[in-house]
Each structure stands twice: as C-alpha cells, then as structure tokens.
C-alpha cells in the first residue's frame, strides 16, 4: 500500500513536469498550428544553465534559477524571431515541424558543445531529507515541482483565460487571418508564445533537474512525453494537456513499479496509440476548435526534377563511373571507411525519399528500422551464427512487419501527428535496444559481428564493401527510378500534396502509403545490417533517434523527391567530421543548423537547387536564342 | 481619401492583380463587382495589409501605406469585414469586439471602449440582445451583423466589405445593403466588393468592374446598371451564346470530339455527331 | 429515354445547426449536360461533396446508373467512372502540367509497382502509351506548350483546364465540374463550352456547377437552380431564366 502511494506520489512529480512541457506545447500549437519538438531542449538548456550560474558561478539558488529561466526565455525569443516565425510566413506545416526538429538538434548540439556529452545532476533546491507526511516520504524536491507546476498553470490559465492577450492568442489559434484583419499582429503573438513556452519549458527542466541526471540530448524524451500527453489531453482545452501530463507521468509510474523500467515506455507507446486509435481529439477534450489555417494555401514551390530525356541517364552513368574509380584513387583507409559508411546511409536516406520526400509522409523514425535490421541480423549472426545474408533478409522481414503494423496503425495520422508517432515509435524501439541487455548488449553494445558476405565470399575489406554497397545501390537506385517516373510515383506524389484530390481520381490513398512505409522499412532495414557487418560492431546510438535526424537532414540537404540528392547530403554529413577531426564536437550542433538552415533559405535542397540553376540558365539561353528559332518559324 | 496606383499583387508566384487602379473620395460608396476569380478579394487582402503589393502604390489620405503593418492601417482608419465573416467563433460577441480594438486598448482606455460597445448595441439590437453568446452560435445574418459591427468598433473612416451578402437569404441581403447605403449619413467612405452586382450598383456612387486581375469598366452606380454589356454578363439578363455559330467554330468542335474520342475510349459509333 | 446516369435522392446536410442542403433531389440523364447554379452559399459544392461521399449525408443518396454510392470512399466512386474537379483548382504542386494529367489515368494503370520498378517491357511500353495520350490531351485543349512546365506556374484558368484534362484521362463515364470556368476570359469561355460539348458528344454525362451565366445557358441541357440548400427550379436554361424565383435568389432582387 505505502509502495503504491509513493509510486503514485513520484508519478504525480513526473507527471507536473509533462504537464509544464505539454503547455508549452499546446500553447504554441494552438496559436500556430505546429508541434514544436524543441520545446524539451529548452527544459534541458534552461537546467544546464541553471547549474552553470548555481554551481560553477556559485551564484545563491534564486538569483541563478531567475537568471536561467530569463536567459532561457531569451535565448528562446532569438530562436523564433530567426526562424520559427519568419518560416512560418511561407512554410508549409510538415517544413515547419521539420524545422523544430532542427532546433531540437541545434539546440541539443550547442548544449553538447558547451556542457559536453557527461550527465549533470543540480543539487536541490532544500537539501536532501524527504518530507514525512503521515507516514509517506516526499521528497522536498517533488513538493517544489508540484508547487512551480501548480503557480505555472494557473498564471497560464489566467492569462489564456482571463486577459485581453489570452482572447487575443485565442483569435490567433482559431483564425490567424481574422485575428490579422482585425489587426492582431500574429507574429508577434506567435513570438511571444513562443517565449513563454521556452520560459515554461525552463522552469520545468530547472525544477526536476535535482531528480533526474541531464545530459545534452535527454531533450528529445522530454518532448515526446510532452507530445504524449497533449495527445492524450487533448490540445483543444487548457485542461487537456495538463491532466495528459498527470495522467501520464502516473502511468508511466506505476508502469515502471510494478513491471519494468523497460515497460513504461511501452505503456506510454500504448497510451498514444490507443488515444490516436479512439479519440483523436483526445482523452479530456470535449470538443475540437476548427482551425482555419491560412497557410494552408502556401504553395510550396519546388525544383521538379525530371528524368526523361537522356541528360539525366547521362549525367547517372557519369557519377556511376566517378564512384567506381574513387578507391583506385584514394588510399586512406580511413577515408574509404567513411566513405563505405556514407553510401551505407545512403541506402537509408533512399528510403526515406520514397516515404518523405515523395509520399510527404513525415517519419521521424528511420533509424528504427535501421535499428531493428542491424540488430536482428546481428544477433542471428552473432549468436547463432546465420550466414549474414540470410540475417539480413530476417532483418528484413522484421521490418516489414513492423512498418506494416506502425502504418496501419498511424494510417488516419497526418502531418505533426504522423511525424510524432514514428518519433514515439523510434523512441520505443531505441529503448527496447538498451533495456534488452541479454538480448542486444545493452548500452556497450554487441561486440564480434562477423564480415558481410555472399555466400562463400566474405567482403572484409572496406574497397570490397565498398563496390559491393555502390552495385546494391545502382540497383536500388534503378528500381525506385522505375517506380518513381511511373504511376506509383505519380499517385505518391499526389497523395503528397493533396491527398482528397488523389483519392478523386480513384488513387487507393491507404495502400500507396502502406507501399511508401515498407521500402523506407526495408532500405532502412538493409542499411542497418550493412552497417553492423560493416563496423563489426553495433551500440544503440549508432541506431537511435538523433541518427533519424541526421538521415532527415541528409536528405533536406541534399533535396527531396530527388533520389539521388541525398548522396550529396550523406557525403557533407558524414565526410566533413572525417576530413576534419576537431569538427565531431560540432556535428551535431552543424546537423542542427544544416537542417534550420536548408528549410528557412533553401528548401527544395543543393540538387533541388541545382536543378533550378540549370533550368534557369538553360530558359536564359532559350531566351536569348528564342527570337531565332520564332523567327525560323514563320512562314 | 483612397487612391490605388496600378496595383500588382497575388500569392507567391501567381498574380492576380495585374495594376489595378481605382480610387474612393471621402463619405463615397464604391461598388467593386466581377466574378469569382477576378481578384476582389486579392485586393481587399492587400488593401488589410495581409498580403504585400509587388508593384503600385496605396495611398490613404496621401500617404503611401504600401509597407504598413495590418494593425497600423486599422489605426489610421481602415477597417475590413472581410469575405466569409471570420468572426472568432470560440468567443461570445462581446469578445469579438473587444479584440477589433486589441491593438489600442491601451490608448482608448476601458471607459472609451465600454461606451463604443454600447454604442454598438443601439445600432444592432440583434447583438445587444445576445453579447455574451458564443459568435460561433450565432444564424449566419446574425455573424454578418457582427462582422460588420466589428468593424464600426474602430471608429474606421474607410470600410472595406468583401461578399458581405454571401450566403444570405434575399431578405438580409437587403437589411445588409440597407445598412451599408447608411454608412453614407455616417460620413463613412465605402469600398464593397460584390457578386450582387445589381443591389451593389444600386447603393453606389460609382462602381468598378474587374475582370482578370483588371479594371474593365468604371462608371455612377446607375450607369452601370443600365450598362448592357454588364447586364449580360453580371445580372444574367439576355444571355446569349457564348460560342459563335460559324463555320469555323463547327469545324473546330468536329475536331475536338474526334481527338477526344480515343483519349476516352470511344469508339466512333458511340460518338454522336 | 436512357437510364438516368445519376439520381439524388433526398440529400440533407447540416453543419452546426444550419442547413447547407435541405432535401434535394434530381435527376440527370445519360448523355445530358446539366448545370448547378445558385448563389454563393447554396449548397452546391456541399452537394458535389455530398455526391463523391467527401462528406457523409445525414439523410439521402445517390445514385450512379443505378448503384447507390453510399458508404464507398471516394476512391471507390472514381474508379466506377464518376470524376469530380475542385472549385479551386486542385493541380499537384511540384509536378509537371503532363505528370498531372497522367495521374488522372491511375485507374487504367494494368501494370502496377513492382512491375513498373523492374522495367518490363509492357509496363514501359504502356506508360509510353499514355504519356503520348495525354500530350494530344494537351494538344487539344491548347496547353502542350506547358507539358513539361510545372502546373502551379499555368494561370488560374490553365490549371482548371488541366483538372479537366486529369479527370478525362480516367476516362469518366461522368464529371462532375465545380465552376471550372471561373477565371477563365469570354474568349476562353466560348472554347470551354466547345471542349464540354465535345465532351458530351463523346457520350459522357456532365454536371457543372457555374457562375457564368452565358456559359450554363450556351451548353447545359438541363439546369438545376439551389437556393438556401433548397432546390427552387428545374428545366430548360431558357424556362428556367424567367423564373420569378430564380431571379429573385439568384439575380437578386430590385432595391425599393
């Protein structure tokens, strides 16, 4: 019985701090419409700084909390005055998540750059001795949490309720172009929101900072709790995302008491699942505001990269020939590792193509499927000794039934609520690889994965899988193409841009998707084998979330709907911390920057872009040719 | 008291007002008619401050406002009902006008705007009555009223309306004009854009037509209305056929439904000729 | 007197209390153009989307050569002949205006994906096929010169043409435009109401729903006047003119 308070009690705790990170959410989706997944990097940036002005500048408690929740709030104000809300004047709402995910990224990087990679744990606020409250030890700590929770949501339901400013953010969210018409400045209000979420986001970070360890990248897990339990709550009252939070962190608890550690998370999966499933409006919502989004008629302006015509095959079997005789050139061995490394990804980024860049189906979860190959083809490998062919197809098949099951599930989803499912479902698969230890090594790793190998031939240098990745990829590259400028790439490009007009037109919408999610699966599945044999060695991290980022930004980088673009991105990504050591501190912080960078000024990517020079250059010629050639035609 | 100097404008790539000029003296009703498409509502968008000219200018009282933010323009006395009502329907009708002066609250004060809703509530009863009801609640006439009260709440000098019949039975239609050829006493100069071409030109003082992103056409309320031209093509008297007789014209449908018929899959014994 | 290509029987349709249709029913034969018109906020892209099952009736339904459309998802409805246009034009953006009018024949696609994806013979050989029927598609109605130009860069009234045109490639048994000569100039115009024409010529059954006055009257066989959700007339364009209802909802009444 004591147990099951205490739990409940260390449930509550977890859940005010959901609770803070929902709000934050909730408040800047529903002025604009969009999923910030920064908003846990300000939790983790606000915490960090915190203990900077508390510990290392040895500041008294209050003074070093107020300076970190206002710099926090600062900092906050110059992210979105850059970026989130200029992009939001032309970007369409999947560019604009996109964009989050790479503050998320950026912000974690410059945490990385200027904390470092180990754990941190702030001291708290009134000492160590739990509180006895008849019988049941609370810690002061949680008692603060609840108090700051508790002061936080009901200044924000005064003012959201209460004030001129809350109706004033109210119009926003409901009608951003009635709210301008009548003279609202919505940019300002998204800025102002913005700030207040980063605001609220710190102090939910510097409150439960003496209770958890922080690292620079626990960010992600606190906006995928706080994206759960808004999904939970519901966004459309100020009471649905706080008592997702509770309900939530509860949960999790009891979850995490009574079965495992492990499990919680599951639960939590579970929860959105179910909720997505049964009431997408959510647990505790009553009923959903229409939002009129104006932005929706944003017309994203793209290159369109045509492959007809004999340039394009031309310009394919040049590369060809230019990647098959770089080892003959290059003899670092070094070099020709990350450069085996690059294609492998590549395969991956291919995938994701098909899936994003295509089918406009935002998946924040590559690297899962990454994960679930590499593993499984491993482990076989390893442990039973499987040829690693054989593993790999296992890889393979498991991938393709977890992609079935997650786009089935996530089949109604679109936009901010598909991208953070397959968060939720990277998330759970990179849990389950460090929480498997028998299975999967745990954290450390799994050690002693076998060479791959065809049959009796064993491709154990690095120029053999060199052109062994370079041949598979030609072949992939050559089969998509052929689906791409066919009608399944027609029907997945329509579905991209207009699913109601698609579906006019007699295009089957669920089955194009379900297609588009198993070969991202399978490539990403591939590449994930490749890459254990490859390194003969696999850790969760090479596999987990961030590296779904960094795929994205691969891609962006070097243009969607491309196929090929993401070669080049894949190359920059993965080459430049190589060829310049000291810059690995920086990687992700430049992943990050890539990312905001490439959806604020470039958004059709370094192919997509190029493209457009070509075709720019190619009309100013036509131009300047054209009086001729008329002239050739009259009579 | 408006003057718009061949004005380009439209979203993105795509323009819609390819220099559009016209102008609107103090205390005038200007009507604005043309089909859908035309750009009425491009350029009443502009006119808000919503979306950015690409070329010309807009001069209010003289002064370029070209680069005037949304909220400016409602300050300097241009208020907008805009196509569609976009009331805030998640709060009551009272909210709904405390916000139409969001951006001058400070400087008008609680008392001055306290007087400006009740002053509302004498000119529209209907509202009066239901203040605190949800504006999303309200029948369709109903959220024109407060549309077009919202406005009013600026103490504006020039009122844009865009559609303000649309959707509206033929009775509120008319209470809707009735209301607006009132603005006149008021001292209000009027632009009103309109499908209703034949109640818009009635109540006019001079009117516009735009057609294309252009204006076509410009003349007095009646002198349009006695246009034949726009009689054919606005109020739906004496329309003829569009496509002529002619041989040519023959010929040409001939060709069409013989290229058409393989793309269709027909084969020639289904086509009629 | 064929059968009827479409019946609407009894639609009802209420959004928060207001009536957006109100018990409408009509025919409209094989073969016959019949054109929607009404003021703005009649209810006629209601009924197209009640129609296509884009929303679901609360009561009523139709019916296409005699099979009853409720309950099939749009896709299902496209794919037994029965195309629609969008009253904005709904052209895909980052494609070119000849992938646009392609996707319009997803239907008639035999070989699918995986067959696509290994370049068999027969599947290039058919997309070969229908790329060169779309660009005498194209050639038609005068866009071929924009084939390879992205379709969001085509004017307004180009990218309704290609709607057209993506809806023609599915080889429709029935289209149903929503004001597809919005935008359009009279000269364009007067060559839409010949491509309808040919259209109906074809043996293809069309119901329109438009503004232009001069259009409806040119080509429709058949007019079907909504006012306030509510069906008040039916005819011949020339009856149905001198309708005293008609005028009053839909020319608008004289001011006193």
Redesign the interface.
Known sequence: MDQAVQIIIGGIVQGCVFALIALGLSLIYRVTGIINLAQGAFCIFGALLGYTFQVTFNWPMPLAILAAVAGTTVFGLVIARTTFVPGLAYLPNSSMLMLTAGLLTFIEGLTLVLWGSQPYATPTFSGERPLDIFGVLVPTQGLWIAGISAIVILATWFVMGRTALGKALAACAENPMAAQIMGIDVPRMTLMSYGISAMIAALGGIAVAPLMSFQFDTGSFFTNAGFIAVVVGGTSSFIGPVAGGLFLGVTEQLAAGYVSSLFADGVALGLLIITLLWRPQGLFAPRRARRHDVREDV????A?V?FRGHGPALAGIALVIALAAIPWVINDGGLMSSLVITLILFISVLGLDVLMGYAGQVSLGQAAFMAIGGYTSAILATTYGVPPLAATSAGIALSLACALVLSLVTMRLRGAYLALATLAFGLLVDSLTVGLTDLTGGPSGLVGIPSFAIGPLVLASPTAMYFFTLALIVVIV???L??M????G??L??I???Q??????????PAHKM?AFAIAAVLGSLSGSLYAFDFHFLSPEMVATPRSFELIAMLILGGD?TLIGGLIGAALITLLPTLFQPLALYKTLAEGAILVIVFRYLPEGLLGRGAWLVSRLAGALMETFAPTAAADKLP | MLEIQSLCAGYG??E?LHGVSLRVAAGEIVALIG????GKTTLAKTLAGVLSPSRGRILFEGREINRVSAHERIARGIAQVPEGRQIIGGLTVEDNLRLAVFTQRRRLGSAAIHSRIAEIGRHFPVLEERMTAMA?NL??GQQQMLAIARALMVEPRLVVLD?PS?????VL??QI?QLIAGFRQRGLAVLLSE?????SL??ADRAYVI??GRVVLEGTGQELLNDPAIA??Y???G??????DDEG?RL??K???R????????GSD???? | MNAPALTVDGFVKTF?G?HAVEDVSFTVAD?SVAALIG????GKTTLFNLI?N?YPADAGQARFYGASLAGL???KI??LGL??T?QTA?V?????TL?NV??????R?RS??VR????LPG?RQE?RE?AA?AQ??L??VGLSAFS?A?A??L??GAQKLVEVC??????PRMLLLD?PA??L??AE???F???L???R????TILVVE????????VADDVIVLD?GRLIARGAPAEV?RDARVV????????E
Do not use: K
């Not at chain 3, 696509?116 to 370049?119: A, F, V």
């Open positions: 017309r994203v302006h793209r369109i045509d050559l089969v998509l052929g689906g400028r066919s009608s399944f027609r029907a490009q329509a991209r841009t207009d109601t007009a698609a579906a006019a037109l007699g295009i089957n919408v297609a709907g | 790539a795509a819609v089909a859908n498409g035309a999303g029948s369709g559609e649309l959707g509206l039975s033929p239609v008319s004009f499908q209703n071409a034949r109640m009635a109540i057609e294309m054919e093509r109020l739906g008297v329309a003829g056929s569009a496509s002529g014209a040409r449908r060709d069409l439904v290229g058409l018929a393989p793309i269709l899959g027909r289904s086509v009629r000729s | 928060g207001v073969g003021p703005n906020g009649a296509t884009f998802a749009p896709e496209a794919r195309q629609r969008f709904r895909f953006p980052g494609m070119t992938d392609l996707a319009g024949a997803h239907r696609v699918h994906g696509q994806m290994l370049w599947a997309e229908l029927e005498a598609l050639d038609l390879a992205a969001t860069s004017p307004m993506r809806a023609l490639m599915a080889r004001e919005a935008g100039t009279d115009t007067a060559e109401a010949s491509l024409r040919a259209i010529d074809n043996g293809i503004h232009n006055m001069s259009l409806v009257m040119d306030l003119q009053e909802a839909y020319l608008g009444a004289q001011m």
